[in-house]
């Protein structure tokens, strides 16, 4: 019993000067997170005058807690379709801003003597701006309706997915010790394969659950199964090799997308406050006085770094993109700071052995620092402006004002290029559909027929019975495979008038879907019966053709897509609705 109320004193103490601490700053009219973090440093081991939290080790597992909500918030607020309608300018502009920032901050790492594995992991923690005091000091100044407020929040969304691949990979780096080109590539090709499968199965299945029960579910149900969906996605990305964040974020995103995605977010913000919180105090708890004296240098070279270099390339970037000068130096002068991924990253870190103790105070100093500054560099934009309007010569304002990287209105594709956008993503999803599938079949419920049916049917009998169960439920999907999306059979037709060679572009393309699904019905077939590979092919190909111009087949590929799709756009279409 004693150690439990260790961990109650332990929260009762780290609750109530958070709050005390944040009521303070609420009145000195500063971000709440920094709050946090001075009433964590004022709790922790390292400030003697006031009580001390008893077990670090339980606050860290709570803090663990903090990140999953706070990065299943994210994903609450994060919609996987605006990411596809993004403009181009936000996606050139961040692309070139992290590549840019990574690099100067490994450099920046080398120059201070840290170690290679060191100095990647600042490159990811200088890249990361904050999206939470931005949006604090957006509200605060009554920017949120500004052009570039919209364009910094669009680049702050892709940051953060970023940040979420740059976890994984990084995860592995600091396994291995090394970066391997191979490797690198295998992570994000794994990563993009469970992306699409999460997505497409959770879209799928959860908002029809969503419809189906929504007469039985109240406030507490619907908290009960988001939490409980949340920690169960957490728990299946860890199985898969992937951090807890991203499944989280991926949880979160695929709720989004729900007609309760805005309510989902609305009941959890109570329990994700009270975690982040705890999170951001145990930030606060690693804070040393000595080790902030001893490494005074590198927190100015790192705060001026980020200040300055970080506020010129991020407002280069978006310059490069295709901005006016104006909207470019607001924007980056926001982005001018690290914030919460960077202590994520820090402590992801920390936690593989691969940081140095002191590195993590001294990330949360610069970022305590340039979170205190963000306000006074957003007000500096404008005056800064002015001054290198007023210095730049008429030809080069009139070149900036004219140039746009990419084109000021919107472009319509090509056939070709509207057929692969649309054909490249068909084949994935059905691809990784059909892949998922016979896995899970063969490593789960074939074993589990074997174990069920082998004492009363010989084993031939349920291999066929296993294929046959197998190859009915996959046939929609090698159909989805094969097929051609309404949208675009009027294209190909085109296509096909246009000329020998887009004929050819054509049979080429679908012969090899074709292939791509009877190599599926091949592995199902190999697996079950022991017959040649010629014979095997041939009969794949027979079972394939059927399915494609089987009406059965078509019918259930049409009843999944026709949900899959209404699962979707529920959400645009209930906003219609009222």
């Known amino acids: ?68 909500f706070l990065m299943f918030a994210l994903g609450l607020e994060f919609s996987f379709k605006k990411l596809l309608k993004m403009g181009s300018t936000a996606i050139i502009a961040a692309a070139i801003e992290i590549v840019l920032m990574v690099g100067i901050g490994a450099l920046s790492g080398y120059l201070m003597h840290w170690s290679l594995m060191e100095c990647i992991f600042l490159g990811g923690m200088l890249a990361m701006s904050s999206t939470t005091i931005i949006i604090k000091a957006f509200e605060d100044l009554k920017l949120k309706k500004e052009p570039f407020a919209d364009l910094t929040m669009v680049i702050l969304i892709i940051q953060d997915i970023v940040a979420i691949v740059m976890m994984v990979l990084l995860s592995t780096a600091a396994a291995s010790k090394q970066f391997q080109g191979q490797e690198m590539l295998t992570v994000i090709a794994k990563l993009m394969f469970f992306l699409i499968l999460w997505f497409v199965v959770g879209i799928a299945i959860i908002p029809t ?51 309760e995605g805005e309510h ?49 390339i991020s407002a280069g970037s978006v310059l490069v993109a295709g901005e006016s000068l104006k909207v470019s130096v607001k924007t980056g002068f926001s982005l001018s700071q690290i914030g919460e991924f960077a202590f994520i990253i820090a402590s992801l870190g920390v936690s593989l052995g691969v940081l140095s103790n002191y590195i993590y105070p001294v990330i949360v100093a610069v970022s305590v620092i340039t979170t205190f500054t963000t306000p006074y560099c957003i007000r500096l934009a404008d005056p800064f402006t002015r001054f290198v309007e007023r210095k730049l010569p008429a030809n080069v304002k ?3 004002d004219d140039y746009s990287l990419v084109g000021k209105g919107p472009r319509k594709p090509g056939a070709w290029g509207t057929i692969l956008k649309k054909s490249l993503l068909r084949t994935a999803i059905f691809g990784i559909l059909c892949f998922s599938i016979t896995f899970v079949a ?33 046939s929609p999907f090698l159909y989805g495979l094969m097929s051609n999306k309404h949208s675009t059979q009027a294209l190909y037709a085109q296509l096909w008038k246009d000329g020998q060679l887009n004929r050819v572009g054509i049979v080429a393309w679908t012969i090899f879907r074709i292939i791509l699904a009877c190599f599926f019905v091949m592995v199902i077939l190999s697996k079950s019966f022991r017959f040649t590979k010629f014979v095997v092919f041939l009969l794949a190909l027979v079972i394939v053709m059927f399915f494609l111009f089987s009406r059965r087949t078509l019918h259930r590929f049409t009843a999944i897509e026709d949900n899959f799709m209404a699962n979707l756009n529920a959400k645009e279409q209930d906003s219609e609705q009222q």
Not at 27 to 55: N, S
Not at 286 to 307: A, G, H, Q, R
């Open 264 to 312: 989902i977010e609305k009941i959890t913000k109570g329990t994700k406050d009270l975690f982040g919180a705890i999170f951001f105090v145990s930030v606060g708890m690693m804070v040393d006085p000595d080790i902030l004296i001893n490494y005074w240098k590198p927190i100015l070279f790192l705060t001026l770094i980020t200040l300055v270099v970080k506020a010129f």
């Open 209 to 259: 659950f969503f419809r189906k029960a929504k007469r039985y579910i109240n406030d507490e149900t619907l908290l009960i199964i988001s939490v409980g969906l949340c920690f169960g996605m957490v728990v299946f990305a860890n199985y898969v090799g992937f951090s807890s964040a991203l499944g989280a974020f991926v949880m979160g995103s695929i709720l989004c997308e729900t007609i």
């Open 442 to 474: 063969f490593h789960y419920f074939y074993p589990f027929m074997i174990n069920l049916l082998e004492k009363y049917i010989p084993i031939n009998y349920i291999n066929i019975i296993n294929a046959l169960i197998l190859l009915t439920f996959i």
């Open 1 to 68: 019993m004693g150690e439990n109320m260790n961990l109650v004193e332990d929260l009762a103490l780290i609750l109530i000067s958070a709050g005390v601490i944040t009521i303070i700053f609420k009145l000195l009219k500063q971000p709440l997170v920094l709050g946090y973090i001075v009433a964590g440093f004022i709790v922790g081991p390292h400030f003697g005058l006031f009580p001390t939290v008893f077990d670090t080790t339980s606050i860290e597992e709570w803090s663990e807690i903090g990140i999953i």
């Open 398 to 400: 009139k070149t900036l």
